[in-house]
């Protein structure tokens, strides 16, 4: 599978962007799909992430309230909206695919697909 991020770019502080992932094969259904972002100098941390058929969300404490996991399977797309953004949101965000849709994972290690990565900055 391979995944294509779009969406990023500049933003001011409390302004909002939707970044978007997109998947090359129809079985993108089959897969828990997930955000994680990583910010210059730290470690990937796991966002968010959603089960195959939307029924299911989770997101870490930082960005809950404030971002927003959804996917159209119809379009093969995953979607992060990102509201309230803040100067710490700054990161390069990748979106990944996790087989066995069900579940998502907080660990980038069990994610078999990423996608290339797409750059959000946030000025105060």
């Known amino acids: 599978v391979q995944l294509q991020a779009s969406g990023g770019g500049m933003m001011q502080a409390g302004g909002s962007l939707r970044l978007s992932c997109a998947a090359s094969e129809r079985t993108f259904s089959s897969y828990a799909m997930s955000w994680f972002r990583q910010a210059p100098g730290k470690e990937r941390e796991f966002i968010g992430g959603?089960?195959?058929?939307?029924?299911?969300?989770y997101y870490t404490d930082s960005v809950k309230s404030r971002f927003t996991i959804s996917r159209d399977n119809a379009k093969n797309t995953v979607y992060l909206q990102l509201n309230s953004l803040k100067p710490e949101d700054t990161a390069v965000y990748y979106c990944?695919?996790?087989?066995?849709?069900?579940?998502?994972?907080?660990?980038?290690?069990?994610?078999?697909?990423w996608g290339q990565g797409t750059l959000v900055t946030v000025s105060s």
């Open positions: 959603i089960n195959w058929n939307g029924g299911s969300t």
């Open positions: 990944a695919a996790k087989r066995g849709g069900s579940y998502y994972s907080t660990e980038s290690r069990m994610y078999d697909y």
